[in-house]
């Protein structure tokens, strides 16, 4: 097969072409009378050898055109669907980032909740840890004054467990056992 270098010059392809070498060294030998002096069928065989070569050429640049075209039509193709896979990422990008601002919010919004309950269950239990405590100087009180010390015992341990309960709601307002 022959190969021409379409952004070669003429004197480049004269001097690599390898007929013009031969018929070239040729003319030098022998000069003009030498070209006639060669047999004209090896001129024929040689010329069909050329039109053989370059219909050859001309069949390979037509596959080479042909793969060069299928090439572009598949390029165009994966650019056409690399543009689509784009636009459906970002979009996924788009809705991961509403979604995540949309969970955020939520998170924020319990979360304010979740403080404002601990608050109102912190007042509470103080409230109710004073109520206790007015409760267990009354019970100091009477237990002095009155001689049923069995029962004020009684009430004096209830009281306690449930100053204790109160106490350890304020420390871990979870309601979790630590």
């Known amino acids: 097969m022959r190969v021409i270098d379409i952004f070669?010059?003429?004197?480049?392809?004269v001097v690599q072409d390898k007929q013009v070498k031969k018929y070239g060294a040729v003319l030098l030998k022998h000069g003009f009378r030498g070209v006639t002096k060669v047999n004209p069928?090896?001129?024929?065989?040689?010329?069909?050898?050329?039109?053989i070569e370059a219909t050859n050429s001309y069949l390979c640049y037509c596959a080479a055109r042909e793969i060069t075209q299928q090439l572009s039509e598949f390029n165009s193709n994966l650019e056409t669907t690399l543009g689509h896979d784009i636009q459906f990422g970002e979009m996924e990008i788009k809705l991961l980032l509403k979604d995540k601002k949309n969970r955020l919010n939520?998170?924020?919004r319990v979360g304010q909740v979740n403080r404002k309950e601990i608050k109102i269950s912190q007042k509470k239990a103080r409230l109710q840890l004073e109520h206790l405590n007015k409760?267990?100087?009354?019970?100091?009180?009477?237990?002095l004054n009155s001689g049923?010390?069995?029962?004020?015992?009684?009430?004096?341990?209830?009281?306690d467990s449930c100053i204790d309960a109160t106490l350890s709601l304020l420390l871990n307002?979870?309601?979790?056992?630590?």
Do not use: M
């Not at 070669?8 to 392809?13: F, L, P």
């Not at 307002?173 to 630590?178: A, C, H, K, Q, V």
């Open 106 to 108: 939520h998170i924020e």
């Open 41 to 51: 069928t090896v001129i024929w065989v040689d010329a069909v050898i050329a039109v």
């Open 135 to 143: 409760l267990y100087v009354l019970l100091q009180k009477e237990r």
């Open 173 to 178: 307002p979870n309601g979790e056992s630590t």
């Open 8 to 13: 070669a010059n003429v004197s480049e392809q």
């Open 148 to 159: 049923c010390f069995h029962e004020l015992v009684g009430l004096q341990v209830c009281l």
